[in-house]
């Protein structure tokens, strides 16, 4: 397992990768934002722990742009105690934050949970799956009720529908969703996705123009709520 420490202060970043080696953890440290993105492409780490204040681009725009291509867990680390933060952390698509000074042993045992987290949701394929909203979908039947109505999706659509519920609540990006339904040798137009996600709204949302389940998160792709 593979940790990517994005810190640019050295005593900290040397800590933590020391922490996470005694803990059995590859762990590699990007001092700043653009190293960081980088970082998480080329070495597609299985977690992420990202500091807010960091030079080049900070932690939320970092987190921002890595949710757009990939699902990694990340944790954010901030020194602030400004709640403002940890919302927007959030909302652009971070699973967690630690604030500063952490006991190392908080820090562990979160690092733990999320890769485990992580580990079920990529094993786990059950086949009927049901989202909030009363959205259920029969994987093997490829059958969709909503609200107990069955609506019929095209294969696009049943696709996103499927990674939407596979992670409830977490933001996917516009390359991921592009990655996963489209395939990675896909070049056509990015609005491709906007296009298909408007034609799902229409069939899922009471209220297409003010949804409520499939909710757009600006800057990075979309999230079903939880
Ligand atoms: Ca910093």
């Known amino acids: 397992m593979k940790v990517l420490i994005v810190e640019d202060e050295e005593t900290m970043a040397r800590s933590l990768r020391l922490l996470l080696k005694k803990e059995g953890y590859d762990a590699a440290v990007a001092r700043d934002g653009p190293a960081a993105v980088e970082a998480a492409r080329r070495e597609a780490p299985d977690l992420i722990l990202l500091d807010v204040m960091l030079p080049g681009l ?20 901030t020194a602030r105690t400004a709640e403002v933060d940890k919302v927007v952390g959030l909302e652009v698509g971070a699973d967690d934050y630690v604030t500063k000074p952490f006991s190392p042993r908080e820090l562990v045992a979160r690092v733990k949970a999320h890769l485990r987290r992580a580990q079920m949701a990529a094993q786990s394929e059950p086949q009927t799956r049901v989202a909030a909203g ?21 294969p696009k659509e049943f696709e996103l529908l499927r ?25 056509g137009d990015v609005r491709t996705l906007d296009v298909h996600v408007r034609w799902l709204r229409e069939k899922i949302e009471r209220d297409p123009g003010r949804p409520e389940h499939l909710l757009t998160v600006h800057g990075v792709g979309y999230r079903l709520a939880g």
């Open 134 to 154: 009363g959205i259920v979908m029969d994987v093997a039947r490829r059958q969709v009720l909503v609200r107990g109505r069955e609506v019929a999706l095209s």
């Open 163 to 187: 990674l939407f519920i596979t992670y409830p609540g977490r933001v996917l990006g516009r390359n991921f969703l592009l990655d996963r339904v489209w395939g990675a040798d896909f070049f």
């Open 58 to 77: 900070d932690g939320i725009e970092v987190c921002r742009q890595v949710r757009a291509f990939s699902l990694v867990p990340i944790i954010m680390l």
